[in-house]
């Protein structure tokens, strides 16, 4: 979109790797409320949203049920392109009000016209008393995110290291088409805007082996007969092997004013290579978003 920022992208840009104390819950994913666009100028400004989600989504994987979620977001942009933002996130139906809370920086970069990026650091802190808190293996992320304009279409490489009691490392290609309307709905300073996305997420996955270990998969000692049976043992995965993760399709429709943006998008998520006791399957998301611009 025409007056915002981005900062970081939709589908991957910095995400939490996340298992509960005593619930079996899965890495939540803090979502910039921010537009699918990649213009950047050189303003100061703050931008402030909400973002609804159907359920939470970790670089192409989900937990074993639905966890929709809300999350609140700032950003402050400083005209030389730094920029920092704080974010709050909350599962439905769990204490207390924020789950988690996410504060980063980062830096906005124009090589030329048609070549683009940012690079950012996001730091992930978890409410542990929580019956539904999400006890982070990966507290820290780097983003570097780069992206070129073929005029017809857009292109964008992410890679992101994220590192704590779990490392992993990740790598997105993203390919967008940005159209809006030239004509308007109420007025002449309202349009609508479509951003179809192709999306496919490279990386590693040792979060699913930090996250099976706690609670998937288990050993039923119940069922050992000393003696008799082999002794239950742990399902062993290459977690650390770089592949694929995951391709999806995203359609966000926005309606659009000088200010302040709504945007509903559409997305088909379609896991690979999966690993562990997930199962995950295609599936399809939903995410409302709101936010507002001053400057």
Do not use: C
């Not at 006890?135 to 290291?161: C, E, G, H, M, P």
């Not at 200010?259 to 295609?282: D, M």
């Amino acid at each position: 979109m025409k007056y915002f920022y981005v900062l970081l992208s939709f589908i991957i840009s910095n995400a939490v790797n996340a298992a509960t104390v005593n619930y079996p819950h899965f890495p939540s994913r803090a979502i910039r409320v921010i537009s699918d666009s990649d213009t950047v100028f050189r303003k100061r400004s703050i931008s402030i949203g909400v973002n609804y989600g159907s359920d939470i989504q970790f670089f192409g994987r989900t937990g074993p049920v639905k966890y929709p979620y809300m999350s609140a977001d700032a950003i402050y942009n400083f005209k030389n392109g730094i920029f920092v933002y704080a974010s709050g996130v909350q599962v439905f139906g769990y204490n207390p009000l924020v789950d988690e809370t996410d504060l980063g920086t980062g830096y906005l970069y124009r090589y030329s016209k048609t070549l683009s990026g940012s690079i950012s650091y996001t730091r992930f802190i978890f409410n542990r008393n929580a019956p539904a808190v999400i006890t982070s293996a990966s507290s820290n992320d780097i983003n570097l995110k780069n992206s070129f304009d073929w005029k017809f279409a857009k292109s964008s490489l992410v890679f992101d290291y994220l590192f704590g009691d779990a490392n992993d490392y990740f790598i997105t290609i993203n390919t967008s088409k940005y159209i809006e309307t030239n004509w308007s709905i109420f007025d002449d300073k309202d349009y609508l805007s479509f951003n179809p996305t192709i999306s496919a997420i490279f990386g590693t996955q040792n979060f699913v082996g930090k996250y099976s270990s706690q609670h998937l998969e288990e050993p039923d000692y119940n069922s050992y007969i000393p003696g008799l049976d082999i002794p239950p043992t742990f399902v062993k995965y290459n977690n650390g092997r770089f592949n694929a993760l995951n391709y999806s399709f995203k359609l966000p429709i926005a309606y659009n004013r000088p200010h302040y943006t709504f945007e509903a998008s559409w997305k088909y998520s379609i896991p690979v290579n999966v690993e562990g006791a997930l199962k995950n399957h295609h599936e399809v998301f939903l995410n409302l978003t709101f936010y507002y611009l001053f400057f």
